[in-house]
């Protein structure tokens, strides 16, 4: 059928031509931006999931919604390896900058700024091109205690976006890319914010296997989120993701060739898309049916093979290449660390580092204590496909 009207997006963070299966997650942070801008305490979420299954499709929807109820927003994704401040510095600036034009909370949005430029300094924050010609407040965010700090720079604000009557929704993306420290600061900021009613607010999405916390931030988190865990689509929304972009091109879909569909997706997201994008080419004419699916799933599997899949595996060192492929001989996970050990004839504590790395990397995590599994869904029967049976015969 003609390739310029179909409505598939598979990609990275493409907003889906159906938004399936999200509606609860969607409809509490419509919920929790409204009360947040009424002082009222509320509860923010962190979205976990593996790869693929529409974490960011969600924050740049709530991040929208947040626009569209008078918040202010900042979305970032979170690199490997870059300190919080630095991350955030450019986004608070940019915010304050906002504020500050807003005739009555030019006052506080002065103090933030001023708050903002002592942050900076003590972190050692690279300011470029958005140096601050304000003179930094001595006294305030400026012990060196990231936990401290960052509390009381979000104080700041909260405080002028209160004045201003918006809100501030902080949306980061690939949170488990944040150090434990730098996660855990955030949370005891978004804490504070909550305590005194200011309108700040914050969204995440990750990998399930965000930092531990301890302390202070694990009992603020506990009270302070909701953990949606973000999966594969049942079977009513997965057949409504691939059926709604169809009809609305007005075409059809055989209701086996639907089936099929999910059948072989699994229901993630992801892949839905790819294969409902194949199946649309592939098809002569409407409706679109089973043969259609059965034929287009080879193209599906291979543009999944050369690149959703074939990205992350060419990010591994050729060991940890073994490891993984060990792991997919073991069949479906989870995976007892000790059983991949034994799979590659290795004791189990020599593998401990490379097994930390590769989690490190995001391929795999830890679902429970001694278990481990992939991130990326059906990664083991890719392995299979490519690699193990590749390489035994
Ligand atoms: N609810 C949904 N219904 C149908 N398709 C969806 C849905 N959510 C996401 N998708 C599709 O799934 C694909 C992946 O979405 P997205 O990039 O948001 O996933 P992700 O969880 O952020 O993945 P990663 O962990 O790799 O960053 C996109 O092609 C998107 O269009
Ligand atoms: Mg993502």
Redo the contacts with the bound molecule.
């Keep these: 059928m003609d390739e310029i009207r179909n409505p598939f ?8 031509p ?5 509606d609860k997650i969607l409809e509490d942070a419509r919920i929790a931006l409204q009360r947040a801008l009424r002082g009222k305490p509320t509860q923010s979420q962190i979205l976990l ?10 924050l740049n929807q709530i991040e929208q919604i947040a626009e569209e109820h008078g918040h202010l927003t900042s979305m970032v994704e979170a690199p490997e390896g870059v300190p919080l401040p630095t991350l955030l510095y450019p986004r608070i600036h940019q915010i304050i900058r906002k504020l500050s034009v807003i005739e009555q909370a030019k006052a506080t949005a002065f103090s933030a700024m001023r708050a903002l430029r002592s942050f900076a300094s003590i972190f050692k924050v690279e300011t470029g091109d958005f140096a601050l010609s304000v003179d930094p407040e001595t006294g305030t965010a400026d012990s060196g205690d990231i936990e401290y700090d960052l509390a009381e720079l979000f104080v700041r604000v909260g405080v002028a976006a209160k004045a201003a009557e918006r809100g501030w929704t902080l949306l980061i ?2 949170i488990q890319y944040l150090g434990e420290k730098d996660y855990a600061a955030l949370i005891v900021a978004i804490h504070r914010m909550n305590q005194k009613g200011l309108p700040v607010l914050f969204f995440g ?1 990750g ?1 399930p296997q965000v930092a531990a916390l301890s302390g202070n931030a694990k009992s603020y988190a506990e009270r302070l989120f909701t953990y949606p865990s ?1 999966g594969a ?1 049942d079977q009513k ?1 997965a057949e409504l ?1 691939i059926r709604n972009p169809i009809e609305e091109e007005g075409e059809q879909i055989e209701v086996d060739a639907l089936h099929a569909i999910v059948e072989k997706t699994r229901g993630y ?2 892949f ?2 790819e294969w409902g994008y194949q199946a649309w080419n592939t098809a002569d004419h409407s409706p679109i049916d089973a043969a259609d699916v059965d034929q287009s799933s080879h193209k599906a599997l291979r543009r999944l093979d050369d690149g959703f899949f074939r990205v992350r595996f060419d990010r591994l060192t050729p060991r940890e290449r073994e490891y993984v492929c060990a792991m997919a001989k073991l069949g479906s996970g989870p995976y007892k660390s000790g059983e991949v050990a034994e799979m590659m004839k290795e004791p189990p504590n020599k593998l401990g580092p490379m097994r930390a790395s590769i989690i490190k990397k995001g391929m795999i995590y830890s679902p429970s204590y001694g278990d481990i599994d992939f ?1 990326v869904p059906l990664f083991g029967d890719y392995l299979m496909r490519n690699w193990i049976e590749a390489n035994v015969q």
Aim: charged content about 15%; cysteine-free.
């Design positions: 997006a598979p990609g990275a963070g493409s907003q889906p159906e938004l399936a299966g999200r999931g593996l790869r693929g299954v529409g974490k960011t499709v969600l993306d690939e999405a990998l973000v689509l929304s993701a997201p992801y839905l898309q991130t």
